[in-house]
């Protein structure tokens, strides 16, 4: 067995010994016959983000070669809004390296994700997953860069109230048992994540917590490592389906909300991301940030007001995103600064060996740590579109690429001060704000409309539907109206409990 599969979590890569996106029709087929695989179920997402499932029984070899081969058809009407229902037969084709053991099957199960195809066997134009794979092939195309990301994906636990150990209201932060209820569910669906090709880099539990009439709320968080853009993903869709699932098992619920409740921490889906080049990360030049990732940033500022359109999909999303809390609204960004909407965390770029000044009986060395250093983008939350969210970063990063005044941009919004202060409100008067509601987002969006559409990246109905969509709402002046009223936002959070 390989070193890069001896100590893989994934079944199938452990049994095939080679890495998922090696995976071949033949494997599958391979690895069915020899573990007793009695069932095979196609997962695509949705107009909702969510995935669907369609089950197939394997009744022979030749049956399960003509499901792996052909895919199957789907009604794309009812899976998509702009699809109309007269010219609605869409083709579900599966990805086989996205396939995985069903940890929660009763009977020993296969999932695979699948890609849309229409009626003349090419992809799906307004297929979310195949935006994403366009924003990419773009981005390699004009700029000679690949893009790797990671998603940090925030969530609450809401269970009956315990009486004992109660952590602080809003002092979770990496609390341990017993004043923190529910490590071993994070800890169990994080082996399934791994399970199933989820690249995690840890979980903990978040700031959040309190307690709501008999029931407590546990946030808790699971970040990931940056990989593919495509992968990463696929690695947050699964991700959310299998907390939901295990949570069902455990009688309990979690939602992926923006906010619950006024004054407690909302949950987000920071996204870290590091343009690559020959296997190299680029954000880092001769120990400092460079201007390939300023230039990233830049874009990324740009674009901001449009972002929320993909990553902040439904009216609790701009309860989040208010002032004097730690989710932005201005349009800046930072180093290790938790007060701006894109944070350059902290990159250990010392050269302290810090593992030998720990550990005496270590080597003397130094260990490269460049390629850890990310660029973070803090704005959106658990209603993001995840598909369309990395497709609108990716063109993000290829517009600061191309524009010509991007060093300028980033220079002009750079600050280094917790901008949440009233000494620094002067600061705050220049720099330009986040919409306050899914219907400015819309506009927005329709504003900027034209930079996405750039290369074929997103089709134009697509654009519109989704501007539609935010604008339904009718939210303008929903914060005012009801920011002091628990009972109505609570109705709200009801309303988007399961949203994304």
């Known amino acids: 067995m390989s070193n890069s599969t001896s100590m893989n979590p994934n079944p199938l890569v452990q049994y095939l010994n080679k890495p998922a996106d090696q995976f071949t029709k033949a494997d599958l087929i391979k690895y069915i016959e020899d573990n007793n695989i009695e069932m095979v179920n196609f997962r695509y997402a949705a107009h909702d983000g969510r995935l669907k499932t369609l089950n197939f029984v394997i009744s022979s070899r030749d049956h399960l070669d003509t499901i792996l081969t052909c895919g199957e058809r789907v009604d794309g009407s009812s899976l998509f809004k702009h699809i109309e229902a007269g010219s609605s037969d869409l083709y579900v084709i599966p990805r086989y390296k996205t396939a995985f053991v069903n940890p929660f099957a009763q009977v020993p199960t296969i999932d695979i994700l699948c890609s849309f195809y229409n009626k003349d066997g090419e992809p799906l134009d307004s297929a979310p997953e195949h935006i994403l794979r366009k924003a990419h092939q773009a981005l390699k195309d004009e700029t000679g860069y690949s ?96 907390l939901r699932n295990l949570a069902r098992e455990y009688g309990v619920n979690i939602t992926f909300a923006p906010k619950i409740t006024v004054g407690k921490a909302g949950s987000g889906l920071h996204v870290h991301t590091r343009l ?17 990732a300023k230039r990233a940033i830049a874009g990324y500022l ?10 902040n999909q439904n009216p609790t999303s701009y309860f989040r995103l208010v002032p004097h809390q730690e989710a932005p609204t201005n349009i800046c960004w930072g180093d290790r600064n938790r007060s701006v909407l894109v944070r350059v965390p902290l990159g250990w770029l010392g050269k302290a060996n810090m593992a030998k000044s720990v550990n005496p009986l270590e080597p003397d060395g130094i260990f ?59 600061k705050v008067k220049s720099l330009a704000q986040l919409p306050v509601s899914c219907y400015d987002s819309a506009q927005e969006l329709l504003r900027q409309a034209d930079i996405y559409k750039a290369y074929g990246v997103f089709p134009q109905s697509l654009i519109e539907g989704l501007a539609n969509k935010l604008m339904s709402f009718n939210d303008q002046h929903l914060r005012e109206e009801i920011a002091n009223n628990q009972a109505a936002i609570l109705d709200l959070v009801n309303r988007y409990f399961h949203c994304g």
């Open 368 to 426: 490269d740590h460049s390629q850890k250093q990310t660029v973070e983008f803090r704005c959106p939350d658990g209603s993001a579109d995840i598909y369309l969210l990395l497709a609108g970063l990716t063109v993000a990063a290829r517009h600061g690429l191309q524009m010509s005044d991007a060093l300028t941009i980033a220079e002009k919004n750079y600050v280094d001060v917790n901008i949440f202060h009233d000494e620094h409100k002067e």
């Open 276 to 292: 690559m080049k020959d296997g190299r990360n680029v954000m880092v030049e001769n120990g400092k940030l460079s201007d390939v």
């Open 147 to 242: 893009f790797e990301v990671m998603g940090e994906l925030e969530y609450y636990v809401i269970s009956k109230r315990q009486e004992l150990f109660h952590a602080d209201d809003q002092r979770g932060y990496h609390e341990s048992a017993p004043f923190v209820k529910w490590g071993d569910f994070r800890r169990k669906a994080m082996l399934y994540i791994a399970q199933t090709g989820g690249l995690i880099k840890y979980g903990h539990s978040e700031v959040g917590n309190f307690t709501l009439g008999e029931y407590e709320y546990e946030q808790n968080e699971i970040e990931f490592t940056p990989t593919t853009l495509e992968d990463a993903a696929d690695q947050l869709l699964i991700a959310k389906w299998i």
């Open 302 to 311: 740009t674009l901001a007001p449009s972002l929320t359109a993909f990553g």
